[in-house]
């Protein structure tokens, strides 16, 4: 159309394009508000969930040993009062989902030193004629920690020593304890929870960039 002719949101129906801007800024301002609530609701929920399932995990751990058992830095350990041959002693630690003891850093052998006793324990070290000394899993022993222990009142027991494997003996078992199936489900059920928030933010954004961008002043030439 010619030059000088009026624009549509300047001269059609100026009080609907009022209420329309009126409508869309509370609604841009309502977003807005909501959008902070809720991020920090997650900054809250995550400091609040993290807390809890740590404290949750600890308690688990601690207490997951069975009776009898004896927890160390989130392991169980069972120490025998029968004596049996060192298959029987695989075999036993085997059925209740652990293994023969296998010594993994210098404070493990001291605590296993401090609570055998005097007697000698069968531990998850053995080895075929003419092959190295392995443990359960497969590994090599190494006998550079066995010389670093700190327990000096029992330093003739610093190094495992040898005996036929159908010798009767204690044994000492070794797992790693896993906390029950609720606490597992909670732990997922609170990642899924964060998840639908994380995105719930994100969705409220890019509603409130596209009612911002509705709201600009583009006019149509009648």
Request: proline share 4%.
């Amino acid at each position: 159309m010619g030059e000088g002719q009026a624009t549509c949101r300047d001269y059609l129906h100026p009080r609907k394009y009022s209420s329309n801007i009126t409508l869309n800024g509370g609604l841009i301002f309502l977003a807005v508000i909501c959008l902070l609530l809720i991020v920090v609701g997650v900054i809250v929920s995550l400091l609040v969930t993290g807390r809890k399932l740590h404290k949750i995990s600890s308690e688990c751990l601690e207490a997951a040993c069975p009776e009898s058992w004896i927890g160390f830095q989130r392991k169980c350990f069972y120490f025998s009062e029968d004596i049996k041959n060192w298959t029987f002693s695989q075999r036993f630690c085997d059925s209740h989902g652990a293994d023969l003891v296998q010594v993994e850093t210098i404070q493990e052998l001291n605590f296993l030193l401090r609570y055998k006793g005097p007697y000698d324990h069968w531990i998850g070290l053995s080895r075929e004629q003419g092959q190295p000394w392995k443990w359960i899993n497969g590994t090599e022993w190494t006998s550079w920690m066995f010389g670093q222990t700190q327990n000096t009142e029992r330093s003739m027991m610093r190094k495992p020593r040898k005996h036929p494997c159908h010798c009767q003996h204690k044994w000492a078992c070794k797992d790693y304890p896993q906390c029950p199936k609720w606490h597992r489900a909670a732990l997922r059920l609170s990642s899924i929870v964060l998840v639908i928030l994380i995105a719930t933010v994100i969705g409220l954004t890019i509603w409130v960039s596209h009612l911002s961008s509705e709201n600009g002043t583009k006019d149509c030439i009648v």
